[in-house]
């Protein structure tokens, strides 16, 4: 999903200037013999910008337009394949957008003026969320090394879809937090840039705070002729943003300006409450009254009951987001349509538990967040996503997220620790985050009891226990897929380890559908033959246990930990502890070619310590990795990866011998 992309929660992002057109000449023109100063740096390049302005302009009330010039080098075969066509989204319940101009300078001297009338628009590709998003393309055609594309864009309006019903008139280009503006400007590139320009003009008597993080750029602020604040940001020669494998989002990382009209968070946090207490969003209805006093019968603390209207909402209304006129964005839609429907985006969702909770007696509001990366101080609405909070008896708040914990034990998807988010309180509320949950909620316990026959044969039982998010992975089979294809799903976790793996019986436990009664326990049997690798004098073998097993629940065996050094933070799935435990009986007459040991690691990132010992013919092994975040700083690499790759190695071949 694109960054910064709505999912449920649509938020305004920059009003920024439309433009007459005799009023956005400026870096129009581009001589068709410019040409590289330095060409040699940029081979191997499909292509490269020579400009990248963005240029806002900013009324009263909060709405504005923009003009979007951009001017590119094709520098091979690939470059024009990629330049064919231009394509810019935008949304038509709050913008219009249209290419102004296309122009062509070919290498050989000639310039070609596309017939813009020609440009075309389009229902923009959607999944899961259809609120009538737009793309206008435009068709460039054949391209040749050394042609330089000139093009500028207006658009009027601003970005998001927010309390808008679709009518075709100036009021749908006004923000909903009316006057204010707020833009967040990525400063980083996909490909060789010679100059980014952003320029905002606002109104004299309109503030603006910015801050440009993680990198420099050359700013400025004058006033105009009319008297009005001109601010403008620059950055010169950008090569392309190194990334790293499983790094932060690059808004977390890479150059990035933000700026906001608005004084502070608490303001937000003050006109969001209002927004959906004036629109009634939570209004009770009596059949969900019912429901809801249905649920909560026999519940003793608030924490029990907190829980059964979490899981019930979270459980029963479906992810799925269609254009409902007013009421998108901000404003969340009432009780009666989410409680009637029982589908929707985060925001519904969210918002149907606000109200089941208000209506079991508790104090309860919605809340902003980003799923993804970081918010910072600057109130400038990086959100993607709707939450809620829970005032308990002590006076504290607490979130819940009921999209993101459908089937699962928790009530804040851990997913989701260490994340901003911005509840809307009748008192107000600065900007939040989301604490670390200790690996200890999200343990995966293995243990394993095998016996080796001397044709290779291994045979035995293990058991698989979990919590937490480890809980919910191990359990999505059996609470969203079809039951017959339960013995298929274990079968296949067996199949992993080895293709001749057979799966003699499997003892569930509790109902493994039933994830609120108890952490999942499965008990599997099983018998793989030719699993020792025969050579001379002895087998080869792999722990099993360590061999393949339920890996979808080891995220981190997916980061790359090859890498020596990082730049740049990391993220895991989630924190979490792994335990494991495996006893390997072998047959008579062989003995294990290993050396008792025991080692640990301990850090503030991560913790690993494993114990391999031989008391007759019976070897036991075991492990512990604690990993300790889910987003980690670059300065935890070295403590991550040496745990990692202990955990990793301990699992090794190990040579069987005959005595």
Not at 30 to 41: F, G, H, N, R
Not at 48 to 71: A, C, K, P, W, Y
Not at 199 to 219: H, I
Not at 505 to 530: C, L, S
Request: glycine share 6%; aromatic share 10%.
């Amino acid at each position: 999903m694109k960054r910064r992309k709505l999912i449920g929660l649509a938020l305004v992002c920059a009003t920024a200037t439309f433009i007459q057109a005799q009023q956005i000449r400026e870096s129009a023109t581009i001589a068709p013999d410019l040409t590289l100063s330095a060409p040699e740096k940029y081979a191997g390049f499909n292509s490269v910008s020579l400009l990248d302005s963005t240029d806002v302009t900013v009324q009263e009330n909060g709405s504005g337009s923009f003009v979007i010039h951009r001017v590119v080098k094709i520098m091979n075969r690939q470059g024009a394949q990629d330049y064919r066509v231009l394509k810019y989204d935008y949304d038509p319940l709050t913008a219009d957008a249209a290419f102004y101009r296309v122009t062509i300078y070919k290498a050989n001297g000639d310039v070609h003026n596309l017939d813009i009338n020609l440009q075309l628009d389009y229902a923009a590709p959607a999944r899961m969320i259809y609120w009538g998003a737009r793309q206008i393309m435009m068709e460039v055609g054949h391209l040749d090394p050394g042609d330089i594309l000139d093009y500028q864009i207006n658009k009027k309006g601003f970005t998001y879809a927010l309390l808008a019903d679709g009518a075709d008139d100036e009021s749908r280009f006004i923000p909903p937090m009316r006057g204010q503006f707020y833009d967040i400007v990525p400063f980083w590139t996909t490909e060789p840039t010679l100059r980014k320009v952003y320029r905002v003009t606002v109104p004299a008597n309109k503030e603006l705070q910015f801050q440009f993080y993680q990198g420099e750029c050359a700013s400025s602020m004058r006033y105009d002729e009319r008297g009005n604040k001109a601010y403008t940001f620059a950055c010169s020669d950008l090569m392309p943003f190194p990334k790293e494998p499983n790094m932060v989002d690059l808004f977390d990382a890479a150059p990035k300006l933000m700026m906001s009209s608005t004084p502070s968070w608490k303001e937000k946090s003050l006109w969001f409450n209002k927004v959906n207490e004036d629109y009634g969003s939570f209004e009770p209805i009596p059949e969900a009254q019912a429901k809801v006093d249905e649920l909560i019968r026999g519940k003793k603390t608030e924490m029990e009951k907190i829980a059964v209207l979490t899981h019930w909402v979270a459980d029963n209304i479906r992810y799925a987001g269609i254009s409902m006129g007013k009421g998108e964005g901000y404003t969340l839609h009432n009780l009666q349509m989410n409680y009637t429907d029982r589908c929707g985006v985060c925001k519904d969702i969210a918002g149907t538990l606000v109200a089941f909770l208000r209506m079991a007696g508790f104090e309860a509001y919605p809340a902003m967040t980003m799923a993804g990366s970081r918010v910072e101080s600057i109130p400038a609405d990086h959100f993607n996503h709707c939450v809620a909070v829970v005032k308990l008896s002590d006076g504290t708040y607490i979130p819940l997220d009921p999209t993101w914990v459908p089937f699962c034990r928790e009530l804040w998807s851990s997913a989701e620790q260490q994340q901003n988010y911005l509840p809307g309180l009748p008192e107000g509320s600065d900007l939040r985050i989301t604490p670390i949950s200790a690996p200890e909620n999200h343990y995966v316990r293995i243990k394993a009891d095998n016996r080796l026959k001397a044709d290779g044969t291994l045979s035995g039982q293990f058991t698989i226990e979990a919590e937490g998010q480890s809980d919910s992975n191990i359990r999505r089979i059996f609470t969203t897929g079809w039951q017959s294809q339960w013995q298929n799903h274990l079968e296949s976790q067996l199949l992993a380890v080895s293709p001749k793996a057979r799966l003699t019986k499997v003892d569930y436990g509790k109902n493994p559908k039933d994830y609120q009664a108890a952490p999942i326990r499965i008990t599997f049997h099983y018998e793989i033959p030719d699993y020792a690798l025969p050579c001379q004098e002895g087998f080869l073998i792999k722990p099993f246990a360590t061999n393949n097993l339920y890996n979808q629940v080891k995220s981190y065996l997916r980061i790359d930990t090859s890498l020596e050094e990082r730049k740049y933070g990391f993220k895991d799935a989630c924190s979490r502890l792994v335990e494991i435990d495996e006893v390997l009986r072998l047959p008579a007459g062989y003995a294990c070619d290993i050396e008792e040991r025991s080692r640990s690691i301990d850090g503030p990132a991560a913790s690993w310590e494993g114990d391999v010992h031989l008391k007759g013919n019976q070897l036991r092994l075991t492990q512990r990795l604690a990993l300790k975040k889910r987003v980690y700083e670059a300065d935890d690499w070295e403590n991550f990866r040496s745990a990692v790759n202990a955990h990793k190695d301990f699992g090794n071949y190990l040579f069987i011998h005959k005595k």
